[in-house]
């Protein structure tokens, strides 16, 4: 018997998977947890029916949330995480040299239990001498921090349930307040292509109260389009005027700074959906 799985990322569009083995399913306080093994890119973690991660690709998103915006920022000694429960930000978070500590405020704590035991190529960093984990509303954690942070990630499921409140303006101002006063942050902002009003009003959001506000795209086989953008608000730093001379070296799979500046060279569609008031 052949068994698939099937994500309905939009009334129109699904996306499809055959299963090897299922691995997990719970349902938590929080949401419906499943973790499969997929022919096509090995496990995957699935959240409400939705492909968070898969051990093929998630290189790409993971390397891209994190090592663009610690590269921007000449020293981020201390990085914040909200969400990334499957622990792939933490892990590129700890590997950069000059961060020291790396906050992750998780509110699930069954998705931190499922990665460690079924992804543990993306949980390696939880137990890292760097590595903070809190099991918190990353909401309400932010509201609590003034002037701690050089650099926010905002690694979160899409818009819906716990996350909702993680795309509004209240959030980013909280954000704003709780980095350092050349701090900076960056968040997953979903698609392009399927969500155009959605990452045309988080721009237009993050604009209106950082002095700096880029928007940058890369793609992510399986999120839905595949191409997908992240929203990044700095005090200070410029992620397009930086001295890659002056970055350290350190492993990536995805990530150079060839590539760090083309994801700042946006499709004219993309450009369009900026200026769009
Ligand atoms: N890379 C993924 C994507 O774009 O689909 C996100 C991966 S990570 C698994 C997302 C995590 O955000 C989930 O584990 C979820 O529990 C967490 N999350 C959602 N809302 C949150 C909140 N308000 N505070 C902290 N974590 C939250």
Redesign the pocket.
Known sequence: MELWFTEKQTPYLEFSCKVAATLHREKTP??DLAVIDTFAYGRM?V?DG?V??TVKDEFI?HEMITHVALNTHPAPREVLI?????GGTLREVVKHPRVERATM????ER?IAASREYLPELSVAFDHPKANVVID???KYVAGCRNQYDVIII????PVG??Q??FRADFYRNTFEALKEDGLFVA?TESPLFDGELVRRIFSDVRSIFPVARLYITVIPTYPGGLWTFTMGSKRYDPCGIAFEDIPSYETRFYTPAVHRAAFVLPRFVEELLEAR
């Open positions: 929080y949401q973690l959240l939705i968070q991660t998103y909200i969400g990334g429960g499957d405020v998780e509110i699930d998705v509303d990353g909401i690694d979160s499921t899409d716990p996350a409140g993680l997953q």
